[in-house]
């Protein structure tokens, strides 16, 4: 038979030794977590995919990773069919074919969903396992 016996200083190096870990993790999820998003972030003038960005908070062990403009739902979850009329002018002004266009409303016929951040959320949570195993070796 054998004894055991961990003392309460052994539990407190093992302690913050996990915290740190933990730590580690969670900024190592939100590196991933950003690059990702940025890789998959659908591109037409780039301003969406230059908006993304990450808030990591050590103290509350959390982070947040995503798209800083206002259309950033628009295009996870795409639109309905809707008007759109203009809203300080009497016409919308656009171009068509390199012509021209005044129209007092539009029908647009919504655009479908480009599920970038889904799509990155999936991604980062395949690869928890592999970044906790880097985090915890140091």
């Known amino acids: ?24 993790l969670i900024e190592r999820l ?13 591109v037409k003038t780039g301003r969406l995919k230059h908006s993304i960005r990450k808030r990591v908070d050590l103290i509350n062990l959390e982070a947040e990773v995503g798209p800083e403009v206002s259309y950033g739902v628009y295009v996870e979850f795409g639109t309905r069919p809707h008007i759109i009329r203009p809203v300080r002018a ?7 074919a390199g012509e021209i266009v005044f129209a007092r409303l539009v029908r647009h016929p ?11 959320a999936e991604a980062v949570e395949r690869e ?7 985090s915890w070796k140091g």
């Not at 038979?1 to 580690?24: H, N, S, W």
């Not at 009497?90 to 068509?96: D, K, S």
């Not at 655009?111 to 889904?118: H, M």
């Open 30 to 42: 939100a590196d991933y977590a950003e690059e990702e998003m940025k890789r998959r972030a659908p």
């Open 128 to 134: 928890v396992e592999r970044i906790w195993r880097e």
């Open 110 to 120: 919504g655009t479908r969903p480009k599920p970038f951040i889904r799509e990155t």
């Open 90 to 96: 009497r016409a919308l002004r656009f171009e068509v």
């Open 1 to 24: 038979m054998f004894k055991i016996t961990i003392e309460r200083t052994d539990l407190r190096i093992v302690a913050d030794r996990l915290e740190e870990a933990i730590k580690k």
